[in-house]
């Protein structure tokens, strides 16, 4: 590759986390070798697609599973099966006939209807489902989702992510029951989850993961599903809407190969507990910050550590701190959804090692220094 290329593209540390924007993660060398072996070889990609489905199954513990290009693509796979079942026909035509299509409401919690880098609405809607939003933003009850629930419903749908209001919300396992009782799919989005046995086990219908965040593959996705005909069904979308979506053969081996591994628990940890603390004393050392560990927003087993920043005693709000650290060479990219009341979060997942955590507290002491 041309030198002049890689030299024009800007350097980054990720502190931020599994982040499409920054291109989620870094892959291992036994992904990275599988997908090299794939790139080598000739396959019968209806195969391919198959066998690779069945593997991830074997490995999570499920019935059957479907490889897909993201997350995002696997919302919509799953969508437009349940709509299409096993219609060639439908499938073919999916865009021709939505209008005439009266079963394709999706009931989703409102304070789910997210914007995750898109409309959460638009995905479903290019699959030819029709959101139904269920309750409040603040506030979704039980009742609230049964009530919405009638004979154009198609599936239920819940989304596991920390975009998501977390407080007065329907619980997943209400959500279940509610399905098992009106005898309706449910799909969860467990896109960026670590946990790739917990919600199948929960009893969901259809439980999407990315291959690229928790697990470190490449661009990809999967659907654990219920059962093969689930599986068989939304195969056919690789003819329909997931043409445009499709995966390619490296970027299936690469995913297999990473949830191997991370089943395995061989992936390696670059940054460590004692590290984050080490950097946490760090930062306390710095006038008008306060550093604390926090834990992830949606309840899941990461950990961070949370910059306070007091812009009379620092001298700068978090948001010009984040600016800097954006401005700089290499760039630093924190987590920052509380930036506007003075946090910067800083996540040690995709880091590439201790000595990040080394440069971001000596670009913060600069900072302060400048003033």
């Known amino acids: 590759m041309q030198s002049d290329f890689i030299d024009s593209m800007t350097k980054v540390i990720n502190a931020s986390g599994r982040m499409t924007k920054l291109g989620v993660s870094v892959q291992s060398e036994y992904v990275q070798s599988m997908m090299k072996y794939a790139s080598d070889h000739y396959f019968i990609m209806d195969e391919l697609y198959k066998k690779a489905g069945e593997e991830i199954a074997k490995l999570l513990g499920a019935a059957d599973c479907v ?31 939505r209008n005439d299509i009266l079963r394709n409401n999706v009931i989703l ?19 030819g489902g029709k959101v139904v939003e269920a309750g409040s933003v603040n506030q979704v009850t039980k009742d609230d989702v049964r009530e919405c629930i009638n004979e154009n419903t198609l599936a239920l749908m819940y989304v596991k992510s920390h975009h998501c209001v977390q407080k007065n919300m329907v619980s997943l396992k209400d959500m279940i029951d509610l399905a098992n009782e009106f005898n309706i799919p449910i799909l969860v989005d467990a896109a960026a989850e670590e946990d790739m046995h917990k919600y199948y086990d929960m009893g969901a219908t259809f439980v999407t993961y990315s291959g690229s965040k928790a697990l470190c593959g490449p661009s990809s996705g999967f ?25 390619g053969k490296e970027n299936i081996f690469g995913l297999v190969a990473a949830v191997e591994e991370y089943i395995s ?18 930062a ?31 001298g700068k709000s978090a948001g010009q701190v984040n600016m800097e650290l954006h401005q700089g060479n290499p760039a630093i990219f924190a ?37």
């Open 67 to 97: 490889v897909t290009s993201s997350a995002t693509s696997a919302i919509s796979f799953t969508i437009a099966s349940l709509i299409c079942k096993d219609s060639k026909k439908m499938v073919a035509d999916l865009s021709i006939m």
């Open 223 to 247: 659907v654990l599903c219920r059962s093969s005909e689930y599986a068989n069904n939304m195969r056919l979308q690789y003819y329909g809407i997931g043409r445009s979506m499709k995966i």
């Open 109 to 127: 919690p409102k304070g789910h209807n997210i914007n995750y880098g898109v409309p959460i609405h638009t995905v479903i809607e290019l699959a």
């Open 284 to 314: 306390n050392n710095i006038d008008g910050i306060t550093a604390t560990l926090v834990q992830d927003e949606a309840g899941r087993e990461i950990f961070r550590a949370r910059l306070k920043f007091d812009p009379v005693s620092f």
């Open 335 to 371: 987590r920052d959804y509380l930036v506007n009341l003075g946090y910067l979060d800083f996540d040690p997942r995709p880091l590439t090692s201790k000595g990040d955590l080394d440069l971001i507290i000596k670009r913060i002491t600069g900072i302060a220094e400048e003033i």
């Open 265 to 282: 628990a061989k992936k390696s940890i670059n940054v460590t507990a004692d590290d984050i603390k080490d950097f946490i004393q760090s």
